[in-house]
């Protein structure tokens, strides 16, 4: 029986999916945006997360069996990221639960029994499973095992994915796919390496090789494409031409969503350690994308600005 490496169960999910949907967050991406709402996401294995308010000041984790955890005058009991190697000791042994784990490998058989307790409520909205992360993709055993159990159980399924990887991984997954959300998180290739790594050309290529996919297929998933933005950062409006003349070559995506900039994950990365870049950048407004939004219209691409 295969397992996936789960970080988060979000159920009532109304944002990744036709209907009420179930969201699991499967752990590991290849790219590393710097406005991620989901850090505890990025890595592949599990990882320590410490809550400060939670903390008693027992100093119990300072006896890590690995040296990963030094006093901190400002931010308490911390883990030095790059001596912990997630074995859970501290967070065993924390008696106020101040520090936890993120990362859990669960049965896909489970995965899928859990999502199905909730049928009742697709069947009402037309919602289903979502897998979400990280990048599900690159979990693609898992994620494939858990998309064909839950059409064998009826379930609608959709996969939220950056598309940097090898093709071969995608298109095992897209037989069992209603909805396919795929990012494109820059146009220009030096600000894409610069805000989230990778090199864009391997996601283009990708979007070109999904749409021949599709249209060879005998059943075609709903293809939405998602551009997350920080006017200024990592789109500028002059991005969006080339950008809609690509996306306007391929007939099979359905949907474009513009995704303004949030900073809701910027606790997470305080529990993890790590700085957060733009932790002082503001929310971005839906009328400071219109302009964006304007262009993919004016190139007749099925567009709308998604709201929180």
């Known amino acids: 029986m295969s397992k996936a490496h789960i970080f988060n169960i979000q159920r009532y999910s109304l944002h990744d999916g036709p209907g009420i949907r179930t969201l699991f967050f499967l752990k590991g991406c290849s790219l590393h945006c710097d406005w991620c709402s989901n850090p505890e996401g990025i890595r ?11 903390c008693e000041g027992c100093g119990v984790c300072l006896n890590c069996p690995n040296g990963a955890v ?33 990362g859990e490998w669960i049965d896909t058989s489970e995965i899928v029994r859990k999502a199905a307790r909730d049928k009742v409520f697709y069947a009402t909205s037309g919602g289903g499973i979502t897998l979400g992360g990280g990048d599900p993709v690159l979990q693609s055993d898992a994620a494939f095992a858990i ?19 090898g093709f071969e ?16 998180k820059a146009w220009d290739p030096m600000i894409h390496r610069r805000v989230a790594g990778g090199d864009p050309e391997m996601i283009k290529q990708n979007i070109g090789k999904t749409n021949a996919y599709i249209d060879a297929a005998d059943r075609k998933p709903e293809w939405v494409i998602r551009l997350p933005i920080l006017p200024g950062y990592n789109y500028r ?3 969006f031409e080339p950008l809609a003349e690509f996306l306007k070559t391929f007939g099979n995506v359905t949907q474009v969503e513009i995704m303004p900039f949030h900073n809701f994950g910027v606790t997470k990365y305080e529990k993890l350690n790590r700085d957060y870049i733009l932790k002082d950048n ?3 407004q839906p009328e400071e994308v219109e302009d964006y939004l304007k262009v993919l219209i004016g190139h007749g691409l099925n567009a709308h600005i998604m709201s929180w």
């Open 44 to 54: 592949s294995g599990p990882q320590v997360s410490y809550n400060k308010l939670l």
């Open 70 to 102: 030094y006093a901190d005058p400002e931010k308490g009991f911390t883990t030095k990221e790059s001596g912990c190697i997630g074995c859970g000791w501290c967070a065993d042994h924390c008696p106020t639960q101040a520090r936890t784990m993120w």
């Open 147 to 165: 998309l064909k159990e839950s059409k064998e159980n009826g379930l609608n399924t959709a996969i939220e994915t950056a598309g940097y990887y």
């Open 169 to 184: 991984k995608l298109s095992a997954l897209l037989p069992y796919c209603d909805t396919l959300f795929f990012d494109i």
């Open 237 to 239: 409006l002059w991005d």
């Open 282 to 284: 503001v929310n971005t």
